[in-house]
């Protein structure tokens, strides 16, 4: 089955830049999405098609692609970005698939 | 304003079957496909199907091998996911979350906690 995969952890320092990628071999043929995910909380979309941004989402998350691989990046890391990340995209038959999730510690 | 609401928490035994409900506001139901979406404590989310209010079209992925079943009631904008044969590690949170479309519109309900114990 098709999978994507994430790094488990990634860490920044306050007002550095994080960077969380995601890989797949579908992923030049299909869309990517990013969802954050705070403890407790469902997740939020904070980028789509690939790149861009939905309304309310802050300017420092931003979303990039080359190839099978995908990558969000946040510029400025603050505390508040502290989360889970989960990448999704699509299967061949239209099934959503997830990416295992990056934690990002923000210290 | 766009709102899905779902129904309460669950407490199940092994082998039992468990439906839960989401009911959708805001909206034109029919137009849009509803996905359902788990995650266990800890682990990442995972997709488990959709179905097209406007014509009943479903989909499932194969990792539920036929326990799951998709449904919904456009009279009542609401949507279930009903899971058979529970297990242990069918204890989730479950999400309904409306199809994006590609866009940037993305809804979620509040998730409903499915509990699966002896």
């Known amino acids: 089955s098709y999978e994507l995969t994430q790094p488990p952890s990634v860490s920044v320092s306050p007002g550095q830049t994080a960077r969380i990628t995601c890989s797949g071999d579908?992923?030049?043929?299909?869309?990517a999405y990013w969802y954050q995910q705070k403890p407790a909380q469902a997740p939020v979309l904070v980028i789509y098609k690939d790149t861009e941004r939905p309304s309310g989402i802050p300017n420092r998350l931003s979303g990039s692609s080359s190839g099978t691989t995908i990558t969000l990046t946040i510029s400025g890391a603050q505390a508040e970005d502290e989360a889970d990340y989960y990448c999704?995209?699509?299967?061949?038959?239209?099934?959503?698939?997830f990416g295992g999730g990056t934690k990002l510690t923000v210290l | 304003q766009v709102q899905l609401v779902q129904s309460g928490a669950e407490m199940k035994k092994p082998g039992a079957s468990v439906k839960v409900s989401c009911k959708a506001s805001g909206y034109s139901f029919s137009a849009y496909t509803m996905h359902w979406v788990r995650q266990a404590p800890g682990q990442r989310l995972e997709w488990m199907g959709w179905?097209?209010?406007?014509?009943?079209?479903?989909k499932y992925s194969q990792n539920f091998h036929d326990r799951v079943t998709i449904t919904s009631d456009t009279s009542a904008s609401t949507a279930y996911m009903e899971l058979s044969s529970l297990r242990s590690e069918d204890t989730a949170i479950y999400y309904c979350?409306?199809?994006?479309?590609?866009?940037?519109?993305?809804?979620w309900g509040q998730g409903t906690l499915v509990t699966v114990s002896s």
């Open positions: 579908a992923l030049p043929k299909h869309y």
């Open positions: 979350a409306r199809d994006r479309h590609n866009s940037g519109e993305d809804y």
């Open positions: 179905i097209n209010p406007g014509n009943g079209n479903t």
């Open positions: 999704q995209s699509v299967d061949s038959s239209g099934a959503w698939v």
